[in-house]
């Protein structure tokens, strides 16, 4: 039996490597899914057998997610997960850290996450026993050159996902988080590059077993959706090849 058989899983994410490799691995795994993707894209470039389930809504526009949960996913709920891979990316040194782009890094990254949970966790939208993974970095415990705003976000997102945690209980409702480190497909993204040219150092060499794949990160994401982790909540998991160490 596969881990994910007959469960509906809600993923948040945008058009990129890591929520695509999420999406297909999920449903090889069993799961039915349901990907809100943030961007729109031609269909050339969503892969194929995820076409079908791709709603296009910003969900970062945080007033308008109501509507999402009770205009579009109303009649695809109940769900038995829901996968944060979201948010934006972002480095600028300290006297460039104006408070527009501090904000506009906190809301794609954290406040858009907790109103996406406060209306997933009414009613009739995920059920008991259920599992909440969202996707973070290992920029929240880790203090990097120019990165303080994005570093910030995702700390205070693991910082909500610990309370949610505690407040979903409960209801058996288990909230994790992953602190990623460098993955493979995000060599080329033009902030990862930027981080790069920041840095005194070459922080990729830091990671001692080199980039992680997409493949990984949607593995680790299966596995805490699964039955087989009914305790674990509440947990930062980190998968950084070594860059911590």
């Known amino acids: 039996m596969m881990i994910l ?9 945008s ?46 526009v945080i ?27 972002g480095v600028r040194p300290i006297k460039l850290n104006q408070p527009n782009f501090v904000m506009d890094m906190f809301s794609a990254n954290v406040f858009s996450f907790m109103e996406i949970v406060r209306q997933a966790s ?8 259920s599992s909440i993974v969202a996707l973070s970095s290992v920029s929240s415990i880790k203090g990097l050159k120019s990165k303080s705003a994005y570093s910030a976000s995702k700390a205070a997102l693991e910082g909500a996902v610990r309370s949610f945690a505690a407040e979903l209980a409960v209801r058996k409702i288990r909230v994790n988080v992953i602190q990623k480190g460098w993955v493979s497909s995000d060599m080329n993204l033009d902030f990862i590059k930027d981080n790069v040219q920041l840095s005194e150092e070459d922080d990729f060499k830091k990671q001692v077993l080199g980039a992680i794949e997409p493949d990984e990160i ?6 805490l959706l699964g039955d087989n982790v009914k305790r674990i909540t509440g947990t930062s998991i980190l998968i950084d090849g070594g860059y911590t160490l």
């Not at 057998?49 to 809504?57: L, R, T």
């Not at 007033?63 to 934006?88: Q, R, T, W």
């Not at 009414?122 to 026993?129: A, E, M, S």
């Not at 949607?218 to 596995?223: E, H, I």
Request: net charge negative; no cysteine.
């Open 5 to 13: 058989e007959n469960k509906k899983i809600l993923i948040f994410g």
């Open 15 to 60: 058009n990129s490597a890591i929520p695509y490799s999420i999406a297909e691995k999920l449903k090889i795994n069993g799961a039915n899914i349901i990907f809100v993707s943030n961007e729109y894209t031609e269909n050339a470039g969503i892969p194929q057998n995820i076409k079908n389930e791709i709603i296009h809504f910003n969900y970062q």
């Open 63 to 89: 007033e308008n997610i109501s509507e999402l949960f009770n205009e579009h996913l109303i009649k695809f709920s109940p769900f038995d997960g829901l996968v944060f891979a979201g948010g934006i990316g």
């Open 122 to 129: 009414k009613k009739g939208f995920l059920k008991d026993g």
């Open 218 to 223: 949607a593995d680790l994401v299966s596995f």
